[in-house]
């Protein structure tokens, strides 16, 4: 039986013993009291366990926490679990690794002492955002600077920050959330950017979440279909409806489909009401303040929070599989070190996407589970180390350590399902349940898409996507309202909204062949 060391996300591992691993402080990952997801509960859940309909569509993190231990009673899992583990110090392959594939994980015990644990396969699931990047040496006069200096991920919440004046750099979704808070308890916030970002809200129109107006099939074709271009300029332009990105010093100097968009609803209605202030990258640090790459000077400064990311670097792991050009791992599809004898170790969640992480992780794990049970075979070394390559070239993102990690959602997801046989049959569904096929193609990418077919089918699957805008609903149904009045107007069945889906694809396919001819 296969003996993964750490905790899966998919109950086809439920039946697995599984070791459960925790780390001291400094290699954790850490979050701030008031964070909130920024992907909605429709996009983000497990493919065969929706969240409750009465969670909000977006959630304080200890809801989440709250909806995993739900999942883990569901599926009984706890059982398969040991708590408490001490940190893993080293996994490194048995002496007969190239026959047995199995691993040596050695962790310590309460006493400090070392345990080696003999495992068949290795899922690594301890995330890329446990080993602080704090530039501080990129900054003149740091040394003598008299107020606090600390990054983002020793930040808990702004009650120590009450009537201070702080400058908050990095504008990534961590830095635009620590800038909000801090700026409502704060005397005065900067947030120093190098380079802006476009802003996005969590609300798409009427409201509604905006990943699953914007992450559907149809959208991924329009955008194949369409000049890049043309929707830069169309979904910039929407953006700047709301609020001016130049007017607001948010305007970046790259294409909005270039790099995955800043999630946020409060920080422009800060910048508004002068709460918080755009400044540029900092230039130095001069005792108890800051100068800025325009020439500007903040005096008075006690507190500055370096929202600046984090380092991929995975030190129990064996030096090796860190062969990229930038000391990176290698990973074939994000997921294996192709330079494996034996492809018993996959590296979950190390990816950057636009959209919901979870729902990849999922797929991750159900696809390595199949390669570990020796269901799907991967390509030869070589094979892989060329789909690295191509990868990497044709991967335009600015920074090349980050454009590794770059995935496209729905593209991605239905590469792995593919692998795993759980892909969407979409033309059967077209001619068997075009109702279905209708929720599927123009509606949201649910991850119930992926249990409707094929290994782990779920039975509730496609009820749960009929029913996805129902429980979007419900939390706001926290008021009786009185009835509207009844008005005529023209039915729009689930048939016709079908009907007139055929009929657009079969438009498409035409005006191709007809290209494809010509």
Request: proline content about 7%.
């Amino acid at each position: 039986m296969l003996r993964p060391v750490f905790l899966s996300l998919s109950s086809s591992l439920s039946r697995l013993k599984c070791v459960q691993t925790c780390c001291d402080e400094p290699d954790r990952s850490s979050i701030y009291r008031s964070l909130v997801v920024n992907t909605s509960k429709e996009m983000m859940c497990f493919s065969d366990f929706p969240m409750p309909d009465d969670y909000p569509n977006y959630m304080h993190n200890s809801q989440l926490l709250q909806y995993f231990r739900l999942y883990a009673a569901h599926f009984h899992l706890l059982q398969h679990i040991r708590f408490q583990v001490r940190p893993v110090l080293f996994v490194t392959q048995r002496p007969d690794f190239s026959v047995s594939g199995q691993w040596d994980v050695v962790t310590m015990n309460k006493n400090n002492e070392e345990e080696i644990h003999i495992f068949d396969a290795v899922l690594m699931c301890s995330g890329h955002y446990t080993h602080p990047v704090l530039p501080l040496s990129d900054f003149l006069g740091h040394e003598t600077f008299l107020g606090r200096l600390l990054h983002s991920r020793e930040y808990r919440d702004a009650d120590s920050f009450r009537g201070e004046r702080v400058v908050v750099v990095g504008f990534g979704n961590s830095g635009g959330d620590v800038a909000v808070e801090i700026s409502r308890s704060a005397e005065k916030t900067f947030l120093s950017v190098r380079d802006g970002f476009w802003v996005m809200s969590r609300m798409a129109h009427r409201g509604l979440p905006v990943d699953m107006t914007l992450i559907s099939r149809f959208n991924i074709l329009l955008l194949q279909l369409l000049p890049k271009t043309l929707i830069n300029w169309a979904a910039e332009r929407a953006l700047n409806q709301k609020y001016d990105h130049e007017l607001y010093g948010l305007k970046p100097r790259h294409r909005l489909l270039d790099k995955r968009p800043l999630v946020n609803d409060d920080l422009p209605g800060r910048i508004l009401q002068g709460a918080l202030v755009i400044k540029p990258n900092i230039r130095a640090f001069k005792d108890s303040g800051v100068t800025f790459e325009d020439g500007t000077v903040e005096d008075n400064i006690d507190s500055v929070v370096f929202c600046t990311g984090y380092k991929g670097i995975f030190p129990f792991l064996p030096s090796a599989l860190s062969e990229g050009p930038h000391s990176e791992l290698t990973l074939y599809k994000r997921v294996f070190p192709p330079s494996l004898q034996q492809p018993t170790l996959a590296v979950m969640g190390f990816f950057q996407v636009r959209g919901p992480i979870m729902p990849i992780v999922e797929m991750q794990v159900r696809w390595a589970v199949k390669v570990f049970s020796g269901l799907t075979r991967l390509p030869s070394t070589q094979k892989m180390l060329e789909v690295i390559e191509t990868e990497r070239r044709l991967n335009f993102f600015p920074n090349p350590q980050q454009a590794v990690l770059q995935v496209d959602f729905i593209q991605y997801l239905d590469f792995m399902a593919e692998e795993i046989g759980v892909k969407p049959h979409l033309w059967r569904l077209l001619l068997t349940d075009p109702v279905l096929w209708a929720k599927i193609f123009f509606g949201p990418c649910t991850p119930y898409q992926y249990r409707l077919t094929g290994p782990g089918q779920w039975a509730g699957a496609r009820q749960a996507i009929l029913t996805q805008w129902e429980r979007v609903a419900k939390p706001f149904r926290s008021r009786a309202l009185p009835e509207p009045e009844v008005r005529r107007s023209f039915p729009c069945s689930p048939w016709l909204t079908a009907c007139a889906g055929t009929m657009f694809c079969a438009i498409i396919f035409f005006v191709s062949y007809r290209l494809a001819t010509s």
